[in-house]
């Protein structure tokens, strides 16, 4: 588990690999993350966008960016969390993402880069 703060939002991430949609022969590997996002500030914030960075060890790095996060634009008060999970697929066995979400402070209408923190994914096989 990896964890970051930024301006108040603190944004924690766990992998997991998924032995039963993966397939290694088929250079195919599926991890599941669960992201937790708290709001620790003193000001209401609405998720507006996210942009991922992804490294798959077989490939080259590729970005994914757009509104929200699964279908949903989350607004946390002081001290409320939104939890989430989402998936990545992989050519390899290793792989790593970070990236950030563009908030909005509703009070005020300021737009907040938060930084997603750098994490890894490893089938539990590279593991020795």
């Known amino acids: 588990m990896v964890k970051l703060n930024t ?4 944004v924690c991430i766990e ?3 998924q032995p ?3 397939s290694p022969v088929q250079f195919h590997y599926v991890f599941t993350y669960k992201v937790v996002i708290e709001n620790k500030s003193e000001h209401t914030v609405q998720l507006l ?3 991922w960075y ?3 060890a077989g490939t080259t790095m590729k970005e994914v960016e757009g509104e929200g996060v699964v279908g949903q634009q989350p607004v946390l008060e002081p001290g409320e969390i939104h939890t989430y999970v989402s998936g990545c697929n992989l050519k390899s066995a290793y792989g790593k993402m970070h990236g950030h979400f563009t908030m909005e402070r509703l009070v005020d209408g300021e737009h907040i880069e938060v930084s997603i923190p750098e994490f890894v994914m ?3 096989f590279r593991l020795n």
């Open 122 to 124: 490893v089938a539990p």
């Open 49 to 51: 966008r996210r942009h």
């Open 54 to 56: 992804i490294h798959d």
């Open 15 to 17: 992998t997991n690999y």
């Open 20 to 22: 039963e949609y993966s």
């Open 7 to 10: 301006k108040g939002i603190s």
